[in-house]
C-alpha cells in the first residue's frame, strides 16, 4: 500500500513590528505607489533569497489581485489573520482569483498613530465590537522605501520558529504576488501585507466551483519539462463559516486540512490518471468520481509531481471546490445572472454569499435575472444577513422572494439597511436560493 503523502505544514504568523514607521509619511522623490511598491518587495526577496543560494520569483499579478482584498479587509476593520470575515483561507481566496498553482501566505501587519494628514480623508471612526475602529482604506495609498524594507526584515529577520522566512527561501517557489494595503484617519493608521509565495510548474484547466455527488469532474493539465505526475490527493475540510473581529484576532498559524479522503498514483485503478509525453513536457488526465459518501463540503485538490533528479515529489497545484453541499443549491441553466455592471456573474452558479456592503449601508446589491426558459417559473429568495455582536450565528437582516416568469428579466437594487446599533462588525451577506415555482 503506498503511503499518503502529506503536504509541508506551514506556520506562518502575523508581525507587528516595534516602533514601525508610519506608511503615509512619504516625500516626493520617496514615494511608491502600489505597484512600485509591489515590485520593490520583490527586488527584495530576490536580494533575501540569493543571499541564501536560491533562485529568484517573479512577481505574480494573479496571487496579488486574490489577496489584495484580504489585505484591504484587514485594515479597514482592524484585524491580523489568514482568515478572512468570511472565514476562507489563503488557498480558496487564490483559487477564487483564477490561482492554480501551489500557493503558501506570509503576512506583516503594523499600526501606529501619526500625522497622517496627507491622506486628505474625512469622516468618523465606527467602533467595532472589539473596541478597535474601522478605518477608511487610503484609495491611492503611497509607501515609502524604508516601510517596505522594514516589512521584508520582519519576515526574513524573525527569530524562530521562523515559519515566513522558511516560506520566502523555499527552492519551490519561482512567483510571489504582493499585497499591501493601508487605512488612515487623522492620526491613526494601520498597514498590513502579504506575499503570496506560488510554484508554478504547469498551466491547467479550470476545475468546476462546485459539483453534485456522483457527478464526478475532470482534472486535466500541463507540466514543465523534467516533471511528471506522482498522485492527485483529495483532502476535506468543512465550509467556511463567518468570523468576528474577535474570533480572526485570536487565529495563529495556519496549515491545509489533513483529512485525506482519496490519493490515486499513476496507475492505480481507482482513479486513472493517464500521461502522454511530449519534448516540452508531460500532459495529464484524471477523471476524479465525487460518490455520495462524501460528506458536503469544501475540498482540496493537490497535483504532486516528481521532479528529475529528486527523489521528493513537490506539490505543483493545489485548489479547493465545494462538493455536495447541502446549502447549496443547483441554478437552472436557462437563468442568467448579471452585476449592476452588466457583466455576467457567479451568482448564476449556486447559492452563496459574498460582501455586498459595509455596516450601514443602503442600497446595497444589485442583480439581474433573466429567464430563458420558454416553458418555467422559477422562484427565487434573497435574503441579507449580517454577524450579530452577540453570537456568531448570522441572523435575517432582510429578504426579498419572487418569482420569475417564464421569458421574463427582474432586476432589482432593493434598499437594505443594516443598523449599526446592531451591532454589524462583519460586512453583510447575500444568500440566494432557486426552485422551480410550483
Known amino acids: 500500500m503506498k ?41 527584495l526577496i530576490n536580494r533575501d533569497r540569493q543571499s541564501q543560494g536560491r533562485a529568484p520569483v517573479t512577481l505574480d499579478l494573479v496571487a496579488s489581485g486574490a489577496a489584495q482584498g484580504h489585505t484591504d479587509e484587514m485594515v479597514e476593520f482592524g484585524y491580523s489573520s489568514h482568515w478572512g470575515l468570511d472565514g476562507k483561507m489563503p488557498v480558496e481566496r487564490y483559487t477564487e482569483g483564477g490561482g492554480a498553482d501551489a500557493d503558501a501566505e506570509n503576512e506583516d501587519d503594523s499600526s501606529g498613530t501619526s500625522d497622517c494628514s496627507n491622506t486628505a ?82 498551466t491547467y484547466a479550470p476545475l468546476p466551483a462546485e459539483v453534485n455527488p456522483g457527478d464526478g469532474f475532470d482534472l486535466q493539465g500541463k507540466l514543465a519539462k523534467g516533471l511528471s505526475v506522482q498522485s492527485v490527493l483529495v483532502r476535506y475540510d468543512d465550509l467556511p463559516k463567518p468570523m468576528t473581529v474577535d474570533q480572526l484576532n485570536q487565529t495563529g498559524g495556519y496549515t491545509v486540512p489533513q483529512d485525506t479522503i482519496a490519493n490515486y498514483f499513476l496507475g492505480d485503478d481507482a482513479a486513472p490518471v493517464t500521461t502522454s509525453n511530449a519534448p516540452d513536457g508531460q500532459q495529464f488526465a484524471a477523471h476524479i468520481a465525487t460518490p455520495a459518501s462524501w460528506k458536503p463540503g469544501l475540498y482540496y485538490i493537490d497535483v504532486w509531481a516528481n521532479k528529475d533528479g529528486s527523489k521528493d515529489p513537490m506539490l505543483v497545484s493545489q485548489r479547493t471546490m465545494l462538493i455536495g453541499n447541502a446549502n447549496y443549491t443547483q441554478w437552472s441553466p436557462w437563468l442568467v445572472a448579471k452585476d449592476a455592471k452588466g457583466k455576467e456573474t457567479s451568482l448564476n452558479s449556486r447559492k452563496g454569499c459574498g460582501p455586498v456592503g459595509q455596516s450601514g449601508s443602503t442600497r446595497a446589491w444589485t442583480v439581474q435575472l433573466r429567464n430563458d426558459d420558454p416553458a418555467s417559473a422559477y422562484r427565487i429568495v434573497f435574503e441579507l444577513f449580517a454577524a450579530n455582536k452577540n453570537s456568531p450565528a448570522n441572523w435575517p437582516a432582510g429578504a426579498t422572494t419572487i418569482t420569475l416568469p417564464a421569458g421574463q428579466i427582474f432586476t432589482a437594487q432593493p434598499d437594505a439597511t443594516i443598523p449599526n446599533s446592531q451591532g454589524c462588525t462583519v460586512q453583510p451577506h447575500l444568500f440566494y436560493s432557486v426552485a422551480p415555482a410550483s
Not at 507587528?16 to 512619504?26: E, L, N, S, V
Open 3 to 43: 503511503a499518503i503523502l502529506l503536504p509541508a505544514v506551514f506556520l506562518l504568523w502575523g508581525l507587528t513590528p516595534g516602533g514601525a514607521q508610519a506608511p503615509c509619511k512619504t516625500n516626493s522623490t520617496d514615494s511608491l505607489n502600489l505597484q512600485q511598491a509591489r515590485a520593490y518587495m520583490v527586488t
Open 121 to 202: 480623508l474625512t469622516g468618523s471612526q465606527a467602533q467595532s465590537t472589539t473596541g478597535a475602529s474601522t478605518l477608511p482604506l487610503v484609495a491611492d495609498p503611497r509607501f515609502s522605501r524604508a516601510t517596505i524594507e522594514g516589512i521584508e526584515s520582519d519576515l526574513f529577520n524573525e527569530q524562530p520558529p521562523d515559519g515566513h522566512r522558511e516560506n520566502i527561501l523555499r527552492p519551490n517557489h519561482n512567483h510571489v504576488g504582493i499585497a499591501i494595503s493601508l487605512a488612515a484617519e487623522g492620526r491613526s493608521w494601520r498597514l498590513a501585507c502579504t506575499q503570496e509565495f506560488v510554484d508554478q510548474y504547469g
